[in-house]
C-alpha cells in the first residue's frame, strides 16, 4: 500500500512516500481504508522526534482519518465491514490502509464526508475536552480563544459558541478573524494590529474573560493572564507561537486564575469513557448544524511537503487534509 514513510526522526522534510504492506487487524484491532487524513502541528512533532510518542523507526506518521471499515480483529463486535468511521491512531494515517484499536474508531458524524471527518476527532475532541472536562465553561461565560481561525481554535469558537458561551477571538489578519466571526464569534481580535488585553477589557466591560483557550502560547499567553477575570480558568492547548511561557504564580494567586494543562491524547488511555461520551455530544452538535469543519487544503500525499509548510507557517484555516 501507498504510505509516508519516516525513517529517521530529523524532521518533516526527511519523510518519503513508497510503499508497504497491508497489515492485518489483531485482537481487537479494525483495518480502516483511509479516504482522508488530518494533518497535526503533532505529526510535525514526531516526524522530528520531539513528540511524547516516538514510535520505533520507520514509521507512518499521521494521528486522525476517515474511512471504510474492511476488517475486523477478534473480539470486534461494535463495527462491521463498509461501516464510515473517523478514528485517532497513535501513527499510521498517512497510508492507503490504517490499523486502528476499536476504542478509538467512531461513527461519522451525520452529515459530514470524509474530508471534513478526517480532521474532526482530534481538534473537535480536543476542544470539546478543554472546555468541558477542564474548564467547566459555563452559558453565558466570556470564552476567549487564541488562534482561532487555525485547526483546533476555530473548533473552540463553535463549541463555545453552543456551549451558550460569549466567544471573543483572537487571530493574525483581517481575513483569519472574518472566518472566526463566520464560525459564531461575537467579536475579533487581530493580535498583529491590535492590543489584547485593552480590546478584551474593552469588549468586557472591564472584567476581562472568564475561560481563555490557548493553543498559541508565548505573548498570546502572557497578554491573556493580564486579559482575564477573577476566577477565570486558562487553558493550555500547546504552542504554536513556539515560546513556551513561564507563568508568573504571583498573578494566578491575586486573582485566583487556575492555568490547566490539557493534553487530550492521553485520555484514550486513561478515560476512553469520556471520549466516547464527549464524540456523542459532539456528533449532536452536528448535527443541529452548530459544527461545520472548515477545511484549509486538501492535498494528495504526495504533497506532504506543502501540507506540513502551510501548517508550520500558520497560514492554513481550519485543517490541512491529505488523501492517500
Same mark, same amino acid.
Given at each position: 500500500?501507498?504510505?509516508?514513510?519516516?525513517?529517521?526522526?530529523?524532521?518533516?522534510?526527511?519523510?518519503?512516500?513508497?510503499?508497504?504492506?497491508?497489515?492485518?487487524?489483531?485482537?481487537?484491532?479494525?483495518?480502516?481504508?483511509?479516504?482522508?487524513?488530518?494533518?497535526?502541528?503533532?505529526?510535525?512533532?514526531?516526524?522530528?522526534?520531539?513528540?511524547?510518542?516516538?514510535?520505533?523507526?520507520?514509521?507512518?506518521?499521521?494521528?486522525?482519518?476517515?474511512?471504510?471499515?474492511?476488517?475486523?480483529?477478534?473480539?470486534?463486535?461494535?463495527?462491521?465491514?463498509?461501516?464510515?468511521?473517523?478514528?485517532?491512531?497513535?501513527?499510521?494515517?498517512?497510508?492507503?490502509?490504517?490499523?486502528?484499536?476499536?476504542?478509538?474508531?467512531?461513527?461519522?458524524?451525520?452529515?459530514?464526508?470524509?474530508?471534513?471527518?478526517?480532521?474532526?476527532?482530534?481538534?473537535?475532541?480536543?476542544?470539546?475536552?478543554?472546555?468541558? #472536562?477542564?474548564?467547566?465553561? +459555563?452559558?453565558?461565560?466570556? *470564552? =476567549?480563544?487564541? &488562534?482561532? !481561525?487555525?485547526?483546533? /481554535?476555530?473548533? @473552540?469558537?463553535?463549541?463555545?459558541?453552543?456551549?451558550?458561551?460569549?466567544?471573543?477571538?483572537?487571530?493574525?489578519?483581517?481575513?483569519?478573524?472574518?472566518?472566526?466571526?463566520?464560525?459564531?464569534?461575537?467579536?475579533?481580535?487581530?493580535?498583529?494590529?491590535?492590543?489584547?488585553?485593552?480590546?478584551?477589557?474593552?469588549?468586557?466591560?472591564?472584567?476581562?474573560?472568564?475561560?481563555?483557550?490557548?493553543?498559541?502560547?508565548?505573548?498570546?499567553?502572557?497578554?491573556?493572564?493580564?486579559?482575564?477575570?477573577?476566577?477565570?480558568?486558562?487553558?493550555?492547548?500547546?504552542?504554536?507561537?513556539?515560546?513556551?511561557?513561564?507563568?508568573?504564580?504571583?498573578?494566578?494567586?491575586?486573582?485566583?486564575?487556575?492555568?490547566?494543562?490539557?493534553? #487530550?491524547?492521553?485520555?484514550? +488511555?486513561?478515560?476512553?469513557? *469520556? =471520549?466516547?461520551? &464527549?464524540? !456523542?455530544?459532539?456528533? /449532536?452538535?452536528? @448535527?443541529?448544524?452548530?459544527?461545520?469543519?472548515?477545511?484549509?487544503?486538501?492535498?494528495?500525499?504526495?504533497?506532504?511537503?506543502?501540507?506540513?509548510?502551510?501548517?508550520?507557517?500558520?497560514?492554513?484555516?481550519?485543517?490541512?487534509?491529505?488523501?492517500?
Amino acid at each position: 500500500m501507498r504510505a509516508l514513510i519516516c525513517e529517521q526522526p530529523e524532521g518533516f522534510e526527511s519523510l518519503r512516500l513508497g510503499d508497504m504492506p497491508i497489515p492485518a487487524p489483531g485482537p481487537g484491532e479494525v483495518l480502516v481504508e483511509v479516504k482522508a487524513a488530518g494533518l497535526n502541528f503533532a505529526d510535525s512533532l514526531m516526524c522530528a522526534g520531539k513528540y511524547q510518542v516516538k514510535p520505533p523507526v520507520p514509521f507512518v506518521p499521521g494521528l486522525e482519518l476517515a474511512g471504510m471499515v474492511t476488517a475486523l480483529g477478534q473480539g470486534v463486535d461494535t463495527l462491521k465491514p463498509g461501516q464510515r468511521v473517523m478514528a485517532v491512531v497513535d501513527h499510521g494515517a498517512f497510508a492507503a490502509s490504517a490499523l486502528c484499536k476499536a476504542a478509538d474508531v467512531f461513527p461519522i458524524p451525520e452529515g459530514l464526508g470524509f474530508q471534513q471527518a478526517a480532521g474532526f476527532p482530534i481538534a473537535y475532541g480536543t476542544s470539546y475536552g478543554a472546555l468541558v #472536562w477542564k474548564a467547566r465553561l +459555563q452559558p453565558g461565560e466570556t *470564552l =476567549l480563544v487564541h &488562534g482561532a !481561525a487555525g485547526g483546533v /481554535g476555530l473548533t @473552540a469558537v463553535e463549541i463555545g459558541k453552543a456551549l451558550g458561551a460569549r466567544v471573543i477571538a483572537t487571530a493574525g489578519g483581517p481575513d483569519k478573524c472574518a472566518i472566526a466571526l463566520a464560525h459564531g464569534a461575537e467579536a475579533a481580535i487581530d493580535y498583529k494590529a491590535e492590543d489584547i488585553r485593552e480590546r478584551v477589557k474593552a469588549l468586557t466591560g472591564g472584567k476581562g474573560a472568564d475561560v481563555v483557550y490557548d493553543p498559541v502560547g508565548g505573548d498570546v499567553f502572557d497578554a491573556s493572564l493580564r486579559a482575564v477575570n477573577w476566577n477565570a480558568r486558562i487553558v493550555i492547548i500547546g504552542f504554536a507561537g513556539g515560546r513556551v511561557p513561564a507563568i508568573p504564580a504571583n498573578i494566578l494567586l491575586v486573582k485566583n486564575v487556575d492555568a490547566l494543562g490539557f493534553y #487530550w491524547g492521553s485520555y484514550r +488511555q486513561h478515560r476512553p469513557d *469520556l =471520549l466516547a461520551a &464527549g464524540f !456523542a455530544a459532539l456528533s /449532536g452538535m452536528a @448535527a443541529a448544524g452548530q459544527l461545520r469543519p472548515h477545511i484549509s487544503e486538501i492535498l494528495p500525499l504526495a504533497a506532504w511537503h506543502q501540507g506540513f509548510e502551510t501548517l508550520l507557517s500558520r497560514r492554513a484555516t481550519g485543517k490541512i487534509v491529505f488523501e492517500p
